[in-house]
Protein backbone atom coordinates (compact mmCIF):
# COMPACT_ATOMS: atom_id res chain seq x y z
CA UNK A 1 0.00 0.00 0.00
CA UNK A 2 2.90 2.06 0.28
CA UNK A 3 3.26 2.90 -3.06
CA UNK A 4 -0.38 2.53 -3.85
CA UNK A 5 -2.57 5.46 -5.05
CA UNK A 6 -3.86 6.02 -1.38
CA UNK A 7 -0.02 7.18 -0.28
CA UNK A 8 0.80 8.66 -4.21
CA UNK A 9 -2.28 11.33 -3.00
CA UNK A 10 -0.73 11.83 0.39
CA UNK A 11 2.74 12.50 -1.27
CA UNK A 12 1.00 15.29 -2.85
CA UNK A 13 -0.78 16.96 -0.04
CA UNK A 14 -4.36 15.77 -0.80
CA UNK A 15 -6.60 13.24 0.53
CA UNK A 16 -10.00 11.67 -0.95
CA UNK A 17 -13.06 13.61 0.17
CA UNK A 18 -16.04 12.15 0.83
CA UNK A 19 -18.34 10.97 -1.89
CA UNK A 20 -20.12 13.69 -3.37
CA UNK A 21 -24.13 12.82 -3.24
CA UNK A 22 -25.89 13.37 -6.50
CA UNK A 23 -27.66 16.36 -7.19
CA UNK A 24 -30.78 14.78 -9.59
CA UNK A 25 -31.33 11.01 -9.91
CA UNK A 26 -28.54 9.03 -10.34
CA UNK A 27 -25.62 7.39 -8.62
CA UNK A 28 -21.64 8.75 -8.19
CA UNK A 29 -20.36 5.34 -10.00
CA UNK A 30 -21.52 2.23 -11.48
CA UNK A 31 -19.56 -1.01 -12.23
CA UNK A 32 -20.54 -2.98 -15.46
CA UNK A 33 -17.66 -5.52 -16.15
CA UNK A 34 -14.05 -4.83 -15.58
CA UNK A 35 -14.97 -0.87 -15.61
CA UNK A 36 -16.62 1.58 -13.86
CA UNK A 37 -18.26 4.31 -15.05
CA UNK A 38 -18.28 8.01 -12.87
CA UNK A 39 -21.17 10.34 -13.04
CA UNK A 40 -19.87 13.76 -14.07
CA UNK A 41 -18.35 15.33 -11.08
CA UNK A 42 -18.22 19.33 -9.73
CA UNK A 43 -15.60 20.96 -7.94
CA UNK A 44 -17.39 20.86 -4.71
CA UNK A 45 -16.10 20.38 -1.39
CA UNK A 46 -17.89 19.60 1.83
CA UNK A 47 -21.11 20.17 -0.36
CA UNK A 48 -20.07 23.97 -1.94
CA UNK A 49 -19.65 24.31 -5.35
CA UNK A 50 -16.18 26.00 -5.02
CA UNK A 51 -16.32 28.49 -7.66
CA UNK A 52 -19.24 29.43 -10.36
CA UNK A 53 -19.66 30.96 -13.89
CA UNK A 54 -18.09 30.57 -17.01
CA UNK A 55 -14.07 30.30 -17.46
CA UNK A 56 -12.66 33.58 -19.42
CA UNK A 57 -15.24 35.30 -18.14
CA UNK A 58 -15.28 35.63 -14.03
CA UNK A 59 -13.48 32.37 -13.56
CA UNK A 60 -9.67 32.73 -14.82
CA UNK A 61 -8.00 29.54 -16.67
CA UNK A 62 -5.96 29.36 -13.57
CA UNK A 63 -8.67 28.60 -10.99
CA UNK A 64 -10.38 26.46 -13.46
CA UNK A 65 -7.38 23.89 -14.04
CA UNK A 66 -7.60 24.05 -10.32
CA UNK A 67 -11.31 23.29 -10.24
CA UNK A 68 -10.73 20.61 -12.76
CA UNK A 69 -8.13 18.98 -10.79
CA UNK A 70 -10.92 18.79 -8.04
CA UNK A 71 -13.08 17.24 -10.02
CA UNK A 72 -10.88 14.03 -10.65
CA UNK A 73 -10.30 13.91 -6.69
CA UNK A 74 -14.35 14.02 -6.78
CA UNK A 75 -14.72 11.21 -9.36
CA UNK A 76 -11.50 8.99 -7.89
CA UNK A 77 -13.53 9.04 -4.18
CA UNK A 78 -16.56 7.93 -5.86
CA UNK A 79 -14.51 4.79 -7.57
CA UNK A 80 -12.81 3.94 -4.29
CA UNK A 81 -16.13 3.95 -2.30
CA UNK A 82 -17.32 1.36 -5.48
CA UNK A 83 -14.14 -0.70 -5.86
CA UNK A 84 -11.37 0.62 -4.02
CA UNK A 85 -8.82 2.92 -5.65
CA UNK A 86 -5.91 -0.44 -5.26
CA UNK A 87 -7.91 -1.64 -7.84
CA UNK A 88 -7.89 0.49 -10.18
CA UNK A 89 -5.55 -1.27 -13.73
CA UNK A 90 -6.43 1.59 -15.98
CA UNK A 91 -7.57 5.33 -16.44
CA UNK A 92 -9.31 4.48 -19.83
CA UNK A 93 -11.28 8.15 -20.48
CA UNK A 94 -12.00 11.26 -18.89
CA UNK A 95 -14.52 13.43 -20.35
CA UNK A 96 -14.25 17.26 -18.99
CA UNK A 97 -16.23 19.90 -19.68
CA UNK A 98 -15.69 23.44 -19.30
CA UNK A 99 -18.38 26.53 -19.22
CA UNK A 100 -16.82 28.64 -21.88
CA UNK A 101 -17.13 32.64 -22.37
CA UNK A 102 -17.57 33.40 -25.61
CA UNK A 103 -14.69 33.18 -27.42
CA UNK A 104 -12.56 30.87 -24.63
CA UNK A 105 -10.80 28.31 -26.11
CA UNK A 106 -8.15 26.92 -23.48
CA UNK A 107 -10.70 23.77 -22.00
CA UNK A 108 -7.61 21.22 -23.49
CA UNK A 109 -5.32 23.30 -20.49
CA UNK A 110 -8.09 23.43 -18.07
CA UNK A 111 -9.03 19.74 -18.26
CA UNK A 112 -5.02 19.36 -17.91
CA UNK A 113 -6.28 19.76 -14.14
CA UNK A 114 -7.98 16.51 -13.87
CA UNK A 115 -5.26 14.39 -16.26
CA UNK A 116 -2.26 15.91 -14.64
CA UNK A 117 -3.24 14.11 -11.40
CA UNK A 118 -4.66 11.19 -12.41
CA UNK A 119 -1.17 10.95 -14.30
CA UNK A 120 0.80 11.94 -10.90
CA UNK A 121 -1.22 9.50 -8.75
CA UNK A 122 -1.25 6.09 -11.23
CA UNK A 123 1.80 6.71 -13.66
CA UNK A 124 1.66 5.16 -16.78
CA UNK A 125 -1.93 3.76 -15.70
CA UNK A 126 -3.01 7.15 -15.38
CA UNK A 127 -2.42 7.79 -19.17
CA UNK A 128 -6.00 8.01 -20.58
CA UNK A 129 -8.22 8.97 -23.66
CA UNK A 130 -10.06 12.36 -22.87
CA UNK A 131 -11.94 14.62 -24.34
CA UNK A 132 -12.14 18.66 -23.41
CA UNK A 133 -15.33 20.12 -24.51
CA UNK A 134 -16.66 23.73 -23.93
CA UNK A 135 -20.49 23.98 -23.02
CA UNK A 136 -22.86 27.39 -22.35
CA UNK A 137 -23.58 25.85 -18.70
CA UNK A 138 -22.81 23.30 -16.26
CA UNK A 139 -24.93 22.26 -13.44
CA UNK A 140 -25.39 24.52 -10.51
CA UNK A 141 -23.50 27.13 -12.86
CA UNK A 142 -20.32 25.25 -12.33
CA UNK A 143 -17.49 25.93 -14.22
CA UNK A 144 -16.36 22.69 -15.01
CA UNK A 145 -17.43 19.16 -14.26
CA UNK A 146 -15.07 15.69 -15.08
CA UNK A 147 -16.52 12.16 -15.56
CA UNK A 148 -14.39 9.06 -15.81
CA UNK A 149 -14.01 5.47 -17.01
CA UNK A 150 -11.42 3.67 -15.72
CA UNK A 151 -10.69 -0.53 -15.88
CA UNK A 152 -10.63 -2.57 -13.01
CA UNK A 153 -9.38 -5.64 -11.95
Request: charged share 15%.
Amino acid sequence: MSNGPHAKLAELGLALPDVVPPVASYVPAVQSGQHVYVSGQLPVVEGKLLATGQVGAGVSPEQAKDLAERCALNALAAVDSLVGLENIVKIVKLTGFVASAPGFHGQPAVINGASDLLGAVFGEAGRHARSAVGVAELPLDSPVEVELIVEVG
